[in-house]
């Protein structure tokens, strides 16, 4: 009875002592990681601080075409890239305008009947730092999302639109990433 008591002991012990040093790795890792510069995926900092002060336009036809888009995509970049506006004061000038396309809508593929039933939605937009000296120039960027058609006409629209919301969402993305690259 000794032995049995005496054996699960160490185990135990022994399960403590890994954990420990398990845990110790772990704790570590996460001090010096992000002192060499590491930062860990979906940390709540800003990206840049260069787009503080700046102030931030949605232009183009697609934005007069299809407003709530453009202001979904306003309040992504805002939110990601910490546009405040210029403040009274501080004459920063940097306005960046994204010239907003039209959004494509493209057939992939149609059912033996001909009926299509796959489609593609695209929006491009064009990112322009206007108002200050030695801005980088950016590349076209765009937001796809691939959606089915169903043959019911009621839920059409309702596809259309989460497809529509899922590329601006993406176009969103790639935004954030171009905008906040090093030049």
């Not at 939110?79 to 959004?103: C, H, P, W, Y």
């Amino acid at each position: 009875m000794f032995s049995r008591v005496a054996s699960g002991l160490l185990g135990c012990c022994r399960w403590l002592l890994v954990g420990r040093g398990r845990l110790w790795f772990l704790l570590s890792a996460m001090v010096w990681l992000p002192a060499c510069g590491y930062h860990f995926p979906g940390s709540v900092e800003r990206v840049e601080s260069r787009w503080q002060n700046a102030r931030l336009q949605i232009v183009g036809p697609g934005a007069t075409e299809q407003p709530q888009l453009a202001f979904v995509l306003r309040d992504r970049l805002q939110a990601r890239l910490g546009f405040e506006g210029v403040a009274d004061g501080q004459g920063s000038g940097v306005t960046l305008k994204i010239n907003l396309g039209l959004m494509e809508r493209q057939l992939v593929t149609e059912d033996r009947t001909g009926r299509a039933n796959l489609f593609r939605l695209t929006i491009r937009a064009k990112p322009v730092a206007e108002g200050g000296e030695g801005l980088p120039k950016y590349p076209l960027v765009h937001g796809t999302a691939s959606y089915y058609e169903p043959f019911i006409s009621t839920s059409v629209q309702a596809t259309q639109k989460r497809a529509e919301t899922e590329a601006t969402e993406q176009l969103a993305d790639t935004l954030v990433a171009v905008l906040s690259a090093s030049f």
